[in-house]
């Protein structure tokens, strides 16, 4: 987007005219999606997107638009038919000086600068690496690659200026084994915003190979159990339960809209004492990391719930107004095409004091889950329900044999009180979440963790 800044601040004067507050989101991104399926490449997709969206603000209520023609007359044409109905009010002139200002480089190896055929070797790698570990039929290795490397510019009627380079990559690998009749899958993902130097090193191989433990492992395992009983998941498992089964209900737009089970119960008690959540925007290469959110506020570390009292809620422009209080830099879009809305980066239960041996010790019979599958959750009723894809039993407190198709049935509210147990260690699995029609990269994370009187379900 080559347009003088004397430029921008007309485009943003015109859309301000009778408004509150106007807005230009400029994006400009390359990707790449690569797919490795039965010791061939399947799908090679690469593409450039570049566009901005326009915003306009009045009493709260938003007015959007965008466009693929990003040069001053394509904006100006653009926020002219948006603010058609004041079209007559007076030009607000607006007196700010804008300094741009410029997010430091998170990565060293840009990932649109790659060969495709470095990208193309990790699945290649891969796949003969998952394919030579194991002695089982193997039905089929699936390996997925994608990155997307963008520039965003956002400019606002407020005096805000920002300008971020980002890179964001992800590789995934499955695999399907079959033993006799028994057939099982293994599964491993691992996403950065870092450049590709992160995908060096022989990371490829070392996740192939868990993808084919956990895969042999499921192959051994017994018959489901079911019934309520204590839960342990351990570090490495990831966070995903508590993004889906906690998360969604702290972002402030639900709450607002009365669709959260925590909206009225700031500053109250809803977990047990030993827990901490935090969302936290500026953990180095986590893959829901960014130095600017996307309405140009720099993004933080925020405790939303601290030693088991609810301390605040994620928000965006819109809902902190509308609340009082200081933005969050939790205001996130997909793309130029969507609005900014409040949105989880990097949220996890912070690290305790526990250890599995304490957490084991009174428990007569529950599970030991160390590989979460998908799951679903109510946001209004806080019920959630999530699959186990690697989990073990429990029998006086010690760790057997291996489980298959075991499910976690609970709700979201109620698991947070029943956390009896906060380990040491730390464990994160990244994710694409889904709100709002709109997918946004996440990392998810928890120590290991003891909870109390979970249903589990089981399926033959």
Known sequence: MNIEIGNLKEILEIGLKGNDFSEIYYEKKSQNQITLDDEKITHLNTGIDEGAGIRIIKNGKTIYGYTNDVTFEGLKKLIKKLNIKNEKKELVEIKK????????????????DEK?????????????????????????????YSDVSKKTVILN???????ERLNRGVLSFSIILKDGEEIQTGYESKGTTHGFEFFENGIEDKMAKEAV???ETMLKASSPVSGKMDVIIAGKAGGTMIHEACGHGLELDLVQDGISIYKGLKNQKVANEKVTVIDDGIEDGFFGTTYFDDEGNKTEKSILIENGILKKYMNNRITAKKDKVSFSG????????????????????????DTLEEMLMDIKKGIYVTKMGGGQVDTVTGDFIFSAMEAYIIKDGKIENAIRNASL???GKE?????????????????????GGQGMPVTSGQPTIKIKGLTIGGVE
């Open 213 to 215: 433990r956990i895969a």
């Open 97 to 112: 000086d804008y300094k741009l200002e410029k997010a430091p480089i998170m990565f060293k190896k840009n990932l649109a």
């Open 330 to 353: 939790n205001g996130r879009r997909e793309s130029y095409k969507h609005m900014p809305i409040p949105r989880m980066r990097n949220t996890y239960i912070a690290i305790g004091n």
């Open 157 to 163: 009627s407020e005096g805000q200026y920002t300008e």
């Open 116 to 144: 495709i055929e470095n990208k193309i070797k990790l699945l290649k790698n891969a796949n003969k690496v998952g394919r030579s570990e194991t002695e089982k039929e193997v039905i089929q290795f699936t390996g997925r």
């Open 415 to 435: 698991v947070l009180k029943n956390i009896v147990g906060v380990g040491k260690d730390i464990g994160f699995t990244v994710g694409m979440c889904g709100k």
């Open 409 to 411: 049935i609970g709700n």
